[in-house]
T-cell receptor, first 113, second 115 residues
């Protein structure tokens, strides 16, 4: 049981390049999330999805796009990377309702130079 | 909006020392409160949670009590081990119990425990 898997684990981009981060979960969860983690700021929610085909903005959505074409996958795209997007990105998933728990992936460390 | 404030770090302790990491929050309504732990090179893992006032969450010797009157959720452990060295995040969810993945996090506290 892999849980939440993020691809890639590390990436270096040049300013202006584009890339897509993939998050895959095998727990059949309805909800999925993308967070970024920056020193001294904890994790901040970028975008999230409450089901296949749906997406919504979180706290810091600017510069990112997402898609949830399949229930098990949640893609985070950077169309034109900027140095301010250097961060560690975490994906998470859970199901609605009390008593549930959010499961996190191991993170993607992205550096934009 | 909602916010979570954790004590400044990093925290350095000797093995078997007592640990307290302070966490206070600001939120409307009745949020659920969490402590997550991040070991080096890994993702976040849920350590414990409390979903209503006066609830005590506990796991692996760690405890935290949901204090609505002081809007706090301080993490404590009576005797830390080297293996407890990690980053600890306090977080809240204010989704009305519909989801615990939409979280507001504190800034994290780095804990280092020496033998």
């Amino acid at each position: 049981n892999a849980g939440v898997t993020q691809t890639p684990k590390f990436r270096v981009l040049k300013t202006g390049q584009s890339m897509t981060l993939l998050c895959a979960q095998d727990m059949n969860h309805e909800y999925m999330y993308w967070y970024r983690q920056d020193p001294g700021m904890g994790l901040r929610l970028i975008h999230y999805s409450v089901g296949e085909g749906t997406t919504a903005k979180g706290e810091v959505p600017d510069g990112y796009n997402v898609s949830r074409l399949k229930k098990q996958n949640f893609l985070l795209g950077l169309e034109s990377a900027a140095p301010s997007q250097t961060s560690v990105y975490f994906c998470a998933s859970d199901d609605p309702g009390e008593g549930t728990e959010a499961f996190f992936g191991q993170g993607t460390r992205l550096t934009v130079v | 909006g909602d916010s979570v404030t954790q004590m400044e770090g990093p925290v350095t302790l000797s093995e078997e020392a007592f640990l307290t990491i302070n966490c206070t929050y600001t939120a409307t309504g009745y949020p659920s409160l969490f402590w997550y732990v991040q070991y080096p090179g890994e993702g976040l893992q849920l350590l414990l949670k409390a979903t209503k006032a006066d609830d005590k969450g506990s796991n692996k010797g760690f405890e935290a009590t949901y204090r609505k009157e002081t809007t706090s959720f301080h993490l404590e452990k009576g005797s830390v081990q080297v293996s407890d060295s990690a980053v600890y995040f306090c977080a809240l969810s204010n989704a009305g119990g519909t989801s615990y993945g939409k979280l507001t996090f504190g800034q994290g506290t780095i804990l280092t425990v020496h033998p």
